[in-house]
């Protein structure tokens, strides 16, 4: 079952473990993509970081339609599935403020500054909201670790901290800006 389908990248459901989905190109180049991200979070594995904003990645699994990467499924403390950013904006948007969206960015860019993740591209449809008793919390489930194909870049951000660390807040003071014309539009 489809769950999502990117640029580059189908999403589905894992078929033997409802709790997993498994990320599968779309276009030529989205192995580079499912590499990229594998290989980023296969690093911080050997770091020993468990993050709790990112999806957990269990590694490759061959699929009727290629390779795919299995990672965990986003679902909130009930059970159900989480929703991406967007759709939560959408759903949300009469109770939500600027500040409380701007407030759950800012504790996800903590946690990736202080785990020195490289997030290249935080984005709607990149976070999901897992709603739990505490309250909501991003999660990301893209965008990290490098894009625009298998480069240096990708592996300077594993080895350089300052260099994952300054990608990560050059992105999220865009990403700031963006949350701002959301609701300045209403």
Not at 137 to 152: C, N, Q, W, Y
Request: overall charge positive.
């Amino acid at each position: 079952m489809l769950l999502a389908e990117g640029n580059k990248r189908f999403c589905f459901q894992h078929p033997n473990d409802f709790r997993k989905c498994i990320k599968v190109k779309k276009r030529r180049d989205g192995w580079e993509e499912n590499l990229i991200e594998w290989f980023y979070l296969r690093s911080l594995s050997f770091k020993k970081y468990e993050v709790p904003c990112l999806v957990k990645c269990y590694g490759w699994v061959s699929t009727n339609i290629g390779y795919g990467v299995v990672f965990d499924k986003v679902v909130d403390e009930d059970g159900s599935d989480s929703l991406t950013l967007k759709k939560f904006i959408k759903e949300e948007y009469e109770k939500l403020s600027c500040e409380t969206v701007l407030e759950m960015a800012e504790e996800l860019k903590k946690h990736c500054l202080g785990y020195s993740i490289a997030v290249t591209e935080p984005n709607e449809n990149n976070i999901m909201v897992r709603k739990e008793a505490s309250g909501c919390k991003f999660v990301l489930i893209d965008g990290i670790g490098g894009r625009e194909g298998v480069s240096i870049k990708n592996i300077l951000y594993i080895i350089f901290s300052f260099y994952a660390r300054r990608k990560t807040k050059k992105q999220f003071f865009r990403f700031e800006k963006k949350i701002k014309i959301w609701f300045d539009r209403g």
